[in-house]
């Protein structure tokens, strides 16, 4: 079975600090990782994915992910906080090997505050 | 990318009451997914809905309770029946990407039962 550990409910950066949210992932097989984003009153959306090609992840708005098999992690980075990037964020999992491999499995969340 | 559209946005509902939730996408899929957003808490597969097959369901989650109908490749519906107020929560419609796995969501239907 596939599992998501987002280290931190809560993390709070000034404008402009860097953003680091943590998460460890379980799985037996290659996993695809992915992180998304939940702005207040929306639908989620995809920040970044790993899909066993670079281990360096970009995505949009100066996000990034490092895959590190070793430390079973997929962190998610940002070098300059910005107000706007206050949200709910999710680390998820999925195995890409079953049949219909979108089934994911999603993290309880880190809700990041940027103080001005 | 896929636009998905889910009605209601949101609604106050009575206890012991159904709500039916509709999904709408923008492109034929194989596959939509319904998930459950509890207030402050992340993601719970509900079922997996292929056209022309029953759905899937996850563990904790039963077709009497919660059934779903897969009529086409670009509609789903979810029932949420015999409301309780353990049943507030956001439901989220979602398709798959086939290649890379990530998946799209509408904006969720907002679900208060009092």
């Known amino acids: 079975a596939q599992s998501v550990t987002q280290l931190g409910s809560h993390v709070s950066v000034s404008e402009g600090a860097l953003v680091l949210l943590r998460c460890n992932y379980s799985s037996s097989v290659p996993p695809y990782l992915f992180w998304y984003v939940q702005y207040p009153n929306q639908g989620l959306q995809l920040l970044l994915k790993?899909?066993?090609?670079?281990?360096l992840v970009k995505g949009i708005n100066d996000f990034e992910a490092e895959f590190k098999k070793s430390e079973t992690s997929f962190h998610l980075t940002k070098p300059s906080a910005h107000m706007s990037d206050a949200a709910e964020y999710f680390c998820?999992?999925?195995?890409?090997?079953?049949?219909?491999?979108?089934?994911?499995?999603f993290g309880a969340g880190t809700r990041l505050f940027v103080k001005a | 990318s896929a636009v998905i559209s889910q009605k209601p946005s949101r609604d106050i509902c009575q206890r012991g009451t159904s709500l039916t939730i509709q999904c709408q996408v923008d492109?034929?899929?194989?596959?939509m997914f319904w998930y459950r957003q509890q207030p402050g808490q992340s993601l719970t597969l509900i079922a997996t809905?292929?056209?022309?097959?029953?759905?899937?369901?996850e563990s904790g989650f039963v077709i009497d309770k919660f059934p779903i109908s897969r009529p086409n490749l670009t509609f789903s519906t979810l029932t949420v029946s015999n409301m309780s107020p353990e049943d507030s929560s956001i439901y989220l419609c979602?398709?798959?990407?086939?290649?890379?796995?990530?998946?799209?969501f509408g904006e969720g239907s907002r679900l208060t039962v009092l």
């Open positions: 979602s398709v798959g990407r086939t290649d890379g796995g990530e998946l799209f």
């Open positions: 809905a292929n056209q022309g097959s029953e759905a899937t369901y």
């Open positions: 790993y899909t066993s090609a670079a281990t």
């Open positions: 998820a999992v999925s195995d890409p090997s079953l049949t219909g491999g979108f089934k994911t499995i």
């Open positions: 492109s034929q899929v194989t596959m």
